[in-house]
């Protein structure tokens, strides 16, 4: 019998990942939202999926600067994406890398296994980021003890 691959073609743009993150999005993610995420990564390319995520930022500075009763965050507001897109650490890396230096900025290695590139535009940060699978394997499996342990005298969260 051969050994099982832990990651699986998720339907989300042909991104892998690991079967119990898969489910996890399937069990928590309502439905609806689910539903429309999957239907635009399969209806968009890449360069249509790029002008819509501009627009929805531009739409999103329009609402706020006309909705002056909609909180911000004092701190900024953050958008890192995630830059594995399931083919292989070197290549990942390689997105850190090349985003880095479209932002202008160096790309970080913070061991064990995070890259990442980031840079502020005023209060807005944007950058990219990527975890050896390696390290989201060790992540994975550590989390999957969570609940199963009682502290005594309380209850597992």
Do not use: N
Not at 87 to 108: F, I, K, P, Q, Y
């Amino acid at each position: 019998m051969a050994a099982r691959d832990p990651h699986r073609e998720s339907r989300l743009g042909g991104i892998k990942v690991s079967t119990k993150l898969q489910e996890r999005i399937e069990k928590t993610a309502p439905k609806h939202m689910y539903d429309e995420l999957l239907d635009a990564a399969a209806a968009e390319t890449v360069d249509e999926h790029r002008a819509a995520v501009v627009a929805g930022l531009r739409e999103l500075a329009g609402f706020l600067e006309a909705h002056p009763d909609v909180p911000v965050d004092r701190y900024g507001i953050r958008c890192v994406s995630s830059l594995g897109e399931g083919d292989g650490d070197e290549a990942a890396v390689g997105r850190v890398e090349a985003m880095a230096a479209a932002l202008g900025v160096e790309a970080r290695h913070h061991p064990p296994g995070y890259w990442g590139a980031q840079r502020r535009f005023g209060p807005v940060l944007y950058g990219g980021s990527y975890v050896a699978r390696d390290e989201m394997a060790a992540h994975e499996a550590a989390q999957s003890y969570k609940g199963s342990v009682e502290p005594a005298g309380g209850t597992a969260r």
